[in-house]
């Protein structure tokens, strides 16, 4: 992206002669400041350059199962709540005092 702003905004020669984006700022290494338009233009195509990687890979990890859903924090319903409510309170056994 630094390469095509860069190149558009003051030529391919400055790009190739070492002109470039060093601070998030957008200032060049030659001291100045990159123009308004297209500071913009380089803030905008980084973000939609990122989205273009980040939403196919999401919904790739959300396809074979590696990342969560909304649905897997609920409980799952479960017939007899009585007897896994005990079943949990039976697991959990206080060691004897007078031992």
Not at 63 to 84: H, Y
Request: net charge neutral; hydrophobic share 40%; charged share 20%.
């Amino acid at each position: 992206m630094q390469r095509f702003v860069i190149s558009m905004a003051y030529g391919a020669n400055r790009y190739d002669a070492g002109l470039r984006i060093v601070n998030n700022k957008c200032k060049l290494s030659d001291g100045s400041f990159l123009p308004l338009g297209w500071e913009w233009l380089f803030m905008l195509g980084t973000f939609v350059g990122v989205c273009l990687i980040l939403i196919p890979y999401c919904f790739l990890l959300q396809r074979i199962g590696l990342l969560r859903s909304d649905n897997d924090d609920k409980t799952p319903p479960t017939a007899d709540k009585q007897s896994s409510s005990s079943a949990v309170s039976a697991s959990h056994v206080e060691p004897d005092s007078a031992a």
